[in-house]
């Protein structure tokens, strides 16, 4: 039975949970924006501090989102999550934020349909641009991680014979210009640390482990800096 700390940081979305043999025992989420420099280990500390959690010390792994998403988000939540493991000489474990924010949706009870259901979650890349891929039921990945301008036509071969559900922060975006009667869209999902619990438990008995010392986010985009104009009298 693994016992596991998990981290999520690559959206506005701070969360932390501790599992037990891919059972969520207590989690702790912030939705507060640019606040995970200051609350991360806040909440870590405030987590271990709960009666039905153990001492941190204790844990057998630690699970941390990889990306893609917020690229300040993942530095702080990796960079976090690799100093816990080398101060406890624990075994790091890395899960991509689209299987993440997946998760709980191809375990929901869905209506039946004449076509088969996938779904493809939606990340804010700024503009119309989102990270997504596209899984089919079983949490199987069948379009990989890409970045995409989004258009009546980014989806149309996965509308066409599919029904699709769409979901994530950047799924808003995306309604007025998806206008599909093959696409449902979910709002308010957000990837969780809670949702890594199934997957770290996996990946733990896989031991599917990262090198600690040099294990680096996915930001799949380039970081590109902004400095204001200066005004010109």
């Known amino acids: ?28 989420e912030l939705y507060q924006i640019n606040s995970h420099a200051s609350n ?10 709960q009666n039905n959690t153990p001492d941190m010390k204790d844990i057998d792994a630690v699970a941390v989102s990889s990306g893609p998403g917020s690229y300040t988000g993942l530095r702080i939540g990796v960079s976090t999550a690799k100093g816990i493991c080398y101060a406890l000489n624990k075994p790091v474990i890395a899960i991509d934020s689209m299987h993440i924010l997946t ?4 375990n929901k009870e869905w209506e039946k349909s004449e076509l088969p259901t996938v ?10 641009e989102v990270y997504t891929a596209v899984f089919d039921s079983d949490l199987n990945i069948i379009e990989e991680i890409s970045a995409k301008i989004v ?10 014979v599919n029904r699709v559900v769409f979901f994530g ?13 093959n696409a449902i869209f979910v709002d308010d999902c957000h990837p969780l640390a809670k949702n890594l619990a199934p997957l770290a438990e996996q990946y733990f008995a896989e031991e ?9 986010p996915f930001y799949l985009k380039d970081f590109v800096a902004t400095t204001p104009k200066k005004k010109v009298l």
């Open 40 to 49: 991360l280990t806040v909440l870590i500390e405030e987590l271990f501090a």
């Open 119 to 128: 779904f493809c979650p939606l990340m804010d890349a700024r503009r119309m």
């Open 151 to 160: 258009d009546e036509e980014t989806f149309l071969k996965w509308l066409s």
């Open 1 to 28: 039975m693994a016992k596991i700390l998990s981290i999520e940081t690559s959206t506005g979305v701070c969360s932390v949970a501790y599992s037990e043999n891919g059972e969520v025992v207590a989690s702790k």
């Open 208 to 216: 599917k482990f990262e090198d600690v010392a040099y294990f680096e």
């Open 103 to 106: 998760q709980p949706l191809v």
């Open 169 to 181: 922060n950047g799924a808003d975006k995306c309604k007025e210009v998806i206008q599909h009667e």
